[in-house]
Antibody, heavy 118, light 108 residues
Framework: EVQLVQSGAEVKKPGESLKISCKGSGYSFTSNWIGWVRQMPGKGLEWMGIIYPGDSDTRYSPSFQGQVTISADKSISTAYLQWSSLKASDTAMFYC???????????WGQGTTVTVSS | EIVLTQSPGTLSLSPGERATLSCRASQSVSSSYLAWYQQKPGQAPRLLIYGTSSRATGIPDKFSGSGSGTDFTLTISRLEPEDFAVYYCQQYGSSPYTFGQGTKLEIK
């Protein structure tokens, strides 16, 4: 079964750093892009960026460039989304998804809730 | 960046009725790279339609997509209770791969 399993919910303070994960299984992790999508409370979906674990080629939406870092460790089939200094406005649900070369996001993780509050 | 505008924001219908959801792009979506996702409360989005009109694996034929250029439509025939959810369109022809703001399909 193809699946993406994300790390658990996080509660952080403003200014702290954070790295959340997304582990793929049941398919060739290095041959498909992994995308990250943000959903702020009560809001819609926002495409943040993608990484190709095979060679770590990474693309960001201009809205998220410089705000987050996407990375991957192909040896353990895991992609990451990280922040160096969180803000309250980073409070959201974050989803990872398998993204094909065409751009289709066909398999999604269960989501990771990030809460940033003092 | 391509902006997708979905309408209506909320659609109130009864089970058994037909739903028509609209997605309009600020510029032409290349190669009809337009997808639709369904999201239920507390769940991750689920891919329904890709390439404007192709159903994803396991999606029943009551879901159909159409359109081209800048105007796209998702039609759900014979609504069932489990179809009431939020639906998002997404274009993946031009990076960044933007989503519409969503249409909430609610029970009337």
């Amino acid at each position: 079964e193809v699946q993406l399993v994300q790390s658990g919910a996080e509660v952080k303070k403003p200014g702290e750093s954070l790295k959340i994960s997304c582990k793929g299984s049941g398919y060739s992790f290095t041959s498909n892009w992994i995308g990250w999508v943000r959903q702020m409370p009560g809001k819609g979906l926002e495409w943040m960026g993608i990484i190709y674990p095979g060679d770590s080629d990474t693309r960001y939406s201009p809205s998220f460039q410089g705000q987050v870092t996407i990375s991957a460790d192909k040896s353990i089939s895991t992609a990451y989304l990280q922040w160096s200094s969180l803000k309250a406005s980073d409070t959201a649900m974050f989803y990872c998804a398998r993204q094909h070369d065409s751009g289709i996001m066909d398999v999604w993780g269960q989501g990771t809730t990030v809460t940033v509050s003092s | 960046e391509i902006v997708l505008t979905q309408s209506p924001g909320t659609l109130s219908l009864s089970p058994g009725e037909r739903a028509t959801l609209s997605c309009r792009a600020s510029q032409s979506v290349s190669s009809s790279y337009l997808a639709w996702y369904q999201q239920k409360p507390g769940q991750a989005p689920r891919l329904l339609i890709y390439g404007t009109s192709s159903r994803a694996t396991g999606i029943p034929d009551k879901f159909s997509g159409s359109g081209s250029g800048t105007d796209f439509t998702l039609t759900i025939s014979r609504l069932e209770p489990e179809d009431f959810a939020v639906y998002y369109c997404q274009q993946y022809g031009s990076s960044p791969y933007t989503f519409g703001q969503g249409t909430k399909l609610e029970i009337k």
